[in-house]
């Protein structure tokens, strides 16, 4: 019989990183014989844990969107099941589920709550002012009912205490890792460019992200004409949805671009897709600490992408990656340019990163890590600063 029971609240939010990031976590607890469930409510998140053989939970009203009844209701719904349940660990995602999730299990008596960062949702700069004081005031509190946050770099880690969220000693930082045995048994499957949409031959620049503001894209449609002119072979594959995705189209469609870029929307077999491109682009404005560039990195893919906090953490100052400053086109399409016309190099970067994630970015360095914040906080002993900061 399992010896405790930790439930993973993620709630609304779409296919991103942080699903394979919460797979990994259950994982490392069915090793330690600790039963693992997930709060997820988004159907192809819901899909992708089934088919993983992990249970889901569902509790109404815990959801993406605000909303102050449905949020009120819901958060009595998830009162009573951890109640029911008994976990002894609740580890909050996200930034809604988060806050839901760490007030519920703080009035249902839960022994040890844990909040994951992967970046603060007042970053968001296309908030209003109000919103972003909101959501800030909102994380302030929302520590009050947890036992630790694990901020994903060091970044949000700093930016968690200098702006009043947390105590030094209540945060630390883990840093978000990806599972290379799976990855390195994963191949590119015959086909897989066909099932994209794409033409057998031909370069393929690719970018992987939710279609939002925070991704910069605007930015790298507009380096593209520039890039393609050169190579005119080239094929550009955008994988993700999102609130953009129209407006998107409507601008590679008035930049000409219309025949060369491909929209293949979401795809649950994204490392399959990493193996696709040639060259993997992330024009994000912000970031945490982003599992997709894990993974390019582990699959080996040239990368351009961008000088901001959180990539910086992963990629140095341009050891395993072209970087450019975001919101820049024109620098965008130089770094694009470059490895595209330098394959030596490209290759280089790609062998560099690939090495950077074995010797940094390990899953099993990052599961010793958690595990060993929830045995701590389980005896009701407190983490030092060896084990945390």
């Known amino acids: 019989m399992p010896e405790a029971k930790v439930l993973h609240v993620i709630g609304g939010s779409q296919f991103g990183g942080i699903v394979p990031y919460v797979a990994s976590l259950v994982k490392m607890a069915r090793e330690q014989n600790m039963e693992a469930e ?79 960062t992967q970046g603060y949702a007042f970053q968001d700069y296309a908030q209003t002012r109000f919103m972003r004081w909101l959501l800030l005031t909102a994380e302030r509190i929302a520590t009050g009912w947890c036992h630790l946050i694990i901020a994903a770099n060091k970044f949000d880690r700093d930016l968690a205490i200098e702006t009043g969220i947390v105590r030094p000693e209540k945060i630390v930082t883990i840093k978000n890792c990806i599972d290379l045995d799976t990855i390195d048994r994963t191949p590119a499957p015959e086909g897989i460019r066909a099932s994209l949409g794409l033409g057998r031959q031909g370069k393929v620049i690719g970018v992987m992200a939710r279609l939002s503001p925070q991704k910069g894209l605007e930015y790298f449609f507009d380096a593209l004409p520039s890039v393609l002119a050169e190579f005119p072979s080239v094929q550009v594959l955008v994988v993700g949805e999102g609130e953009l995705l129209q407006a998107l189209k409507a601008r590679v469609e008035g ?135």
């Open 255 to 389: 930049l000409g671009l219309s025949g060369q870029v491909v929209f293949a929307g979401f795809r649950s077999d994204w490392i399959e897709v990493l193996r696709a491109i040639d060259l993997f682009v992330m024009p994000s404005l912000w970031e945490g600490l982003p599992i997709t560039l894990l993974g390019a990195m582990a699959t080996s893919r040239p990368i351009v992408t961008t000088r901001i906090k959180g990539i910086t953490d992963v990629c140095g100052d341009g050891e395993v990656a072209l970087l450019v400053e975001p919101a820049n086109s024109a620098a965008l399409s130089d770094a694009m340019a470059r490895l595209l016309r330098d394959e030596a190099a490209a290759a280089r970067y790609g062998a560099g990163a690939r090495r950077r994630v074995e010797e940094e970015y390990s899953e099993t360095v990052m599961n010793a890590r958690i595990w060993n914040c929830y045995q701590t906080l389980l005896a009701g002993k407190p983490l030092t600063a060896a084990e945390g900061a």
């Open 38 to 116: 997930v709060l997820a409510t988004a159907p192809r998140v819901v899909d992708y844990y089934r088919q993983r053989g992990i249970k889901v939970v569902s509790v109404l009203g815990i959801d993406r969107e605000i909303s102050p009844t449905g949020d009120l209701s819901g958060l009595f719904r998830l009162i009573a099941h951890l109640r029911r349940h008994h976990y002894r660990v609740v580890h909050t995602h996200t930034s809604k589920g988060g806050i839901i999730g760490r007030l519920a299990a703080h009035l249902a008596g839960v022994p040890v709550i844990i909040h994951t």
